[in-house]
């Protein structure tokens, strides 16, 4: 309450103030007309039953040095204004006559009662705001405040507020009378407010996701360095938050910020260089957020035939077609402007091919723009139509003067005036149905009644869309997005090339066409607005300290790591399956390593594990075929028969180690390998062990003989082979070998091999295997210079030596090496040992016997002995 008694009493001050400001009585006001042009009465008139006060912005006012200077070709008297066309806007005028022509003419509107209209000029100056609206309030174009100079006709609205400035300075004055005001400007929030602005309707669209749909455009070109411009007001500074906000959170940087003081907008009184100002930004491209009047000065400030080689991203609300000079629409050619999605009104472009000053030749608005618009040579007062572009139709006029589709705020305008005139239908016919009720009851609508058939008020334009008066129940703005293409002065257009539904299902709500787009100087080619080089793929973003995220230099992809598209801010690792290439920009499959049967050397060693174990089969099959010779009944013929299978089945068993490895085949690896090797090893000791026994207890009549049976060396090999399959239980029970796929040790390969599972069960087993070679190694050393007819001790530690020489240099090379070759390295320890255990000891035998057959004969040995005998007397 108390904030509206301060409105009222500063609109009262201001009243008060302007009169004083004008220093004219009341009587002169009604005579006098203004030295340059009849700018401030109504300059076009549509008399009725009912009219509504429109204000609209015709002209531009320009007072500076920049006028003085030529630009427009005349210098301006003293103490007058040069006004000039907003050639653009005049579409919005004849947007009101059509649509009051269209309701005087609906029999189904206002029946009986015509609408009119009262057209004022609209100025960003409060001194001016004020007359112009106290003069529609007077009437007849009269300055007398507080007094009414009407005839007949009753005021019941007004249609204007371009600008939520220019809203709040004529609501300030019409709020005291109570007249609802429809605006047709941007869709602000703080004018929503009824408890500071109750009689202001907005019929804009809301545009509370403009932001997202410029970050959108951002991101899909992959804009990150971007200038804003915009109004400082308290609309342009909360666009500002949520623009900026919305950059934040997408990766965008703001380069440069210029905000546009409302006090600029009388255009070229301005001193501020903002043009240039913003010009020298490094950013290639400049989004903008503000009207066409308040961004006026921006194309007075710029220098003429100068190529900027900047892109402009607009809203609608700029027009970027109007310019104060003819040929300065060069340096906005290929500007992006976000559009409002509108339905074309029926019958619009009919009525405006047919508007000409033959037609309406008490428009003296019209005439005016007709002789500015088409350039006529002709002074105004002699202007005749025959005279002047003889059947010339608006539609030949450029896009800079004149547009036949409909603008957005044209569309708005529509609609505001068919809201008034519904408003008003429902307030008659209520009082028609009261007056035959109530007897004296007056048709005559008072202003303020029209606010609660305003409120409520929701309807169909022609088009089909639904209008509604409830700002809560504003739908979202739906925009195309337009692409400004000039190709010569008089030649130019808006194309469309995307749109931005915000409410439609994602994947949907953005689209554009890259290929339809005209980039101004740049041709085809998207411009790059990026703070620094991109880095391409096989290279990241690194962040420079101090400097926005959008700033970065370029460094490699980390090892292991790589980007396959530009900019990116980290590098990403390829699967375990995978590898970089040597760009880091690609993952290449790595190459799976094992020893495959089918590679060469893999062949070579199956071929001799077979040998060999072939080998051991026939040496098996000469000590069966001559059992019964002494050198083979020398040393216990079970025992070299366990031996030979034995070291058959170790010559086989690195078969297992060759191929791709299985569960399978890795349980049985070192398993069969450490028992057929403990047996192999235990069947040695079993024979040293018997050759000791057999010279040191063997004497006549001693109790040792029962050591030197069979049943002891086999208790020999079973125990000690038993103690190594009980070992071999406990590891496959605890923690058996499996598959395992090495990705880590080489970059480009797959090392497939068995895991042992238990590395401590693993060692154990040879452990134990070595504790059994070395034993049988010094039984055998130890047993080396007994008589030698039948005494094998010497080959035997020969045979270990090698083997014991074989296993503990393999376990260093298997510690070093991995993969293939560790594989590698326990096959060549098992064929070697193997093949040194079957040379040493059985490839001497089989020499005598196959090829000294005479040495292997009982007479033979005795012959041996006698003379050993003979010697030793």
């Not at 990766?251 to 001193?271: D, L």
């Not at 309406?360 to 007709?370: A, P």
């Not at 299978?645 to 069969?672: D, N």
Request: hydrophobic share 40%; proline share 6%; glycine share 6%.
């Amino acid at each position: 309450m108390m904030f509206s008694l301060i409105q009222r009493n500063i609109c009262l001050f201001s009243v008060l103030l302007l009169s004083l400001l004008l220093k004219l009585p009341a009587s002169e006001n009604r005579t006098e007309k203004p030295l340059c042009f009849p700018q401030i009465s109504p300059s076009l008139v549509r008399n009725g039953d009912f009219v509504m006060g429109t204000f609209l912005p015709m002209y531009s006012v320009e007072v500076s040095h920049v006028t003085e200077a030529g630009f427009f070709g005349s210098k301006p008297e003293k103490n007058c204004r040069d006004y000039k066309w907003l050639y653009k806007n005049y579409q919005q005028a004849l947007t009101i006559m059509f649509a009051v022509e269209e309701i005087n003419k609906d029999p189904n509107l206002l029946p009986n009662i015509s609408l009119g209209f009262h057209l004022y000029n609209a100025y960003h100056s409060d001194e001016r705001t004020l007359e112009s609206s106290l003069r529609w309030l007077s009437g007849q174009g009269q300055l007398i405040p507080n007094y009414s100079c009407r005839g007949q006709e009753k005021p019941v609205a007004v249609i204007g507020g371009a600008t939520s400035t220019l809203s709040v300075q004529m609501g300030t004055l019409l709020e005291l009378y109570k007249y609802p005001q429809v605006i047709y400007g941007p869709f602000d929030p703080i004018l929503s407010d009824k408890t500071l602005f109750p009689s202001l309707y907005q019929m804009a669209p809301r545009d509370s996701s403009l932001h997202k749909g410029m970050v959108r455009l951002m991101t899909h070109f992959q804009w990150t360095w971007v200038a804003l411009v915009t109004v400082d007001d308290l609309r342009g500074e909360k666009f500002l938050q949520e623009l900026t906000l919305e950059m934040a959170n997408h990766g965008v940087c703001v380069s440069f910020t210029e905000k546009i003081p409302v006090s600029e907008r009388r255009h070229a009184e301005s001193q501020v260089p903002f043009m240039p100002r913003i010009m020298a930004s490094t950013s290639r491209v400049i989004f903008v957020h503000g009207d066409t009047d308040s961004f006026m000065i921006l194309r007075y400030s710029q220098l003429p035939f100068l190529p900027n080689w900047k892109v402009w991203v607009t809203t609608f609300y700029w027009d970027i077609t109007m310019r104060p000079q003819y040929i300065d629409g060069y340096n906005f050619n290929g500007t992006l402007t976000f559009s409002h999605l509108t339905s074309d009104i029926p019958g619009f472009k009919p009525f405006i091919r047919t508007v000409n000053p033959g037609k309406y030749s008490d428009d003296f608005v019209l005439k005016e723009f007709w002789h500015s618009a088409f350039r006529c040579t002709d002074e105004l007062e002699k202007l005749k139509q025959e005279e002047c572009s003889t059947n010339a139709s608006l539609e030949t006029l450029p896009l800079l003067y004149f547009d036949m589709t409909m603008s957005d705020l044209s569309y708005i305008i529509y609609n505001g005036v068919y809201a008034v005139a519904w408003a008003l239908h429902e307030m008659l016919m209520m009082k028609l149905e009261k007056r035959s009720m109530v007897e004296g009851e007056s048709l005559v609508p008072h202003p303020w009644q029209l606010h609660s058939f305003l409120k409520s008020l929701q309807f169909n334009n022609s088009a089909g869309d639904q209008v509604s008066m409830d700002e809560k129940r504003n739908p979202e703005a739906q925009y195309n997005i337009l692409n400004y293409v000039t190709f010569n002065i008089d030649a130019e257009s808006l194309v469309k090339v995307g749109q931005f539904s915000p409410e439609a299902e994602p994947g949907k709500d953005f689209t554009i066409n890259k290929e339809a787009i005209v980039w101004g100087w740049s041709g085809s080619k998207t411009p790059c607005a990026t703070c620094s080089e991109s880095c391409g793929p096989g290279f990241r973003q690194t962040p420079l300290e101090g400097e926005p995220i959008c700033c970065f230099s370029c460094s490699w992809c980390p090892e292991g790591e790589i980007s396959n598209q530009m900019n990116m801010k980290h590098c990403t690792k390829c699967p375990a399956d995978e590898y970089p290439n040597k760009e880091r920009n690609q993952c290449l499959a790595k190459v799976v390593i094992f020893l495959y049967v089918s590679e060469p050397l893999g062949l070579t060693l199956i071929c001799v594990a077979l040998s060999f174990s072939l080998m051991t089969t026939l040496v098996l099959w000469v000590f069966v075929k001559f059992r019964d010779t002494p050198i083979v009944k020398a040393n216990n013929r079970a025992l070299s028969y366990t031996l030979l299978i034995s070291l058959t089945f170790c010559f086989l068993c690195s078969l297992l180690f060759i191929g791709r490895p299985s569960s399978a085949t890795c349980l049985l690896r070192q398993t069969t390998f450490g028992i057929v090797f403990t047996v192999a090893v235990s069947s040695i000791l079993a024979k040293t062990v018997m050759v000791v026994l057999a010279f040191r207890v063997t004497t006549p009549g001693s109790r040792g003989r029962m050591w030197v049976q069979s049943r002891v060396s086999n208790s020999v090999v079973i125990i000690c082979s038993g103690i190594q399959v009980i070992l071999c239980g406990i590891w496959l029970g605890i923690a058996p070998p499996f598959p395992e796929m090495d990705t880590s040790s080489e970059p480009d390969q797959i090392i497939i091999g068995c895991n042992e599972g238990s590395v401590l069960a693993f060692y154990s087993v040879l452990g134990y295997m070595g504790f059994l070679a070395l034993c049988s190694f010094t039984v055998a050393f130890l047993a080396r210079n007994l008589p030698d007819t039948f005494n094998e001790a010497k080959f035997i530690t020969f045979s270990m030596l090698v083997f014991c020489s074989v296993w503990v240099s393999f376990l260093p090379t298997y510690q070093s090496t991995k993969g293939k070759a560790m594989v590698m390295v326990e096959i060549f320890s098992i064929l070697a040992s193997s093949a040194g255990l079957l040379g040493c000891i059985f490839i001497p035998k089989c020499y005598v016997i196959l090829l000294k057959p005479d040495s292997n004969t009982q007479e033979m040995i005795r012959n041996k002995v006698d003379s050993r005998g003979k010697d030793n007397i």
